[in-house]
């Protein structure tokens, strides 16, 4: 069976840190891969998703960027945060139809 | 107008009876319709999925789609206080880019013991 892992699951970062979020997906091969964030008591926003290895597209202009170095990992990144960057990090995997989420990351940007 | 639109709630039913949440969606290329749960401070887990209008059943879970009234929705039966969560709907049109997904803001539902 398939198995998602992010990691870390929480953490605290400064202003104009930088940042890095991972994902792996076990159990299956070139799946997609997506991105989300969830603001507090909001919906889902699709930031990155990637068809392939080093296929990234990105659906919101911002400081986040997102790479995929193996057709199993996904990492999303930041140069410097802004408090904005708060949220709930979701990565997603899907095959032909059902989308799976991983476990989250709660970043918190003081 | 959103893509997907839920009534955000929060929505409260006594403990055993049936709840309903409803999702309207105004892409009618749209052929594959998701229910996902999220409990506070967890990621959303997929329920129910349904891909033909009708009536899906799956123990106290049934959505049902009606493609033509571009309407989704997802109903509880003996609702429990542990089906306190968000519900979130998604759906999916097949040829977009990998497979995107489009979310509802969600509804909350609170079953009242």
């Known amino acids: 069976s398939q198995t998602i892992h992010q990691w870390p699951a929480t953490l605290v970062q400064p202003v104009g840190s930088p940042l890095s979020l991972e994902c792996t997906v076990e159990g299956t091969s070139n799946p997609n891969l997506y991105w989300y964030r969830q603001a507090a008591g909001r919906g889902l926003q699709l930031l990155f998703y990637s068809i392939g290895i080093d296929q990234i597209s990105s659906e919101v202009p911002q400081n986040l960027s997102a790479s995929r170095p193996q057709d199993r990992q996904f990492i999303l990144s930041s140069k410097k945060l802004l408090l904005s960057d708060s949220g709930f990090y979701l990565c997603?995997?899907?095959?032909?139809?059902?989308?799976?989420f991983g476990p989250g990351t709660r970043l918190t940007v003081l | 107008q959103k893509e997907v639109e839920q009534n955000s709630g929060p929505l409260s039913v006594p403990e055993g009876a049936i709840a309903s949440l409803n999702c309207t969606y105004s892409d009618r290329g749209s052929q594959s319709f998701f229910w996902y749960r999220q409990y506070s401070g967890k990621s959303p887990e997929l329920i129910m999925f349904?891909?033909?209008?009708g009536d899906k059943e799956d123990g106290r879970f049934t959505a049902q789609l009606n493609k033509a009234s571009q309407y989704v929705s997802l109903l509880i039966r003996d609702s429990q206080p542990s089906d306190s969560a968000t519900y979130l709907c998604?759906?999916?049109?097949?040829?977009?880019?990998?497979?995107?997904?489009?979310f509802g803001d969600g509804t909350t539902l609170t079953v009242k013991p």
């Open positions: 998604a759906v999916k049109a097949e040829n977009t880019n990998a497979g995107k997904s489009t």
């Open positions: 997603a995997w899907s095959g032909r139809r059902e989308q799976f």
């Open positions: 349904i891909y033909s209008n």
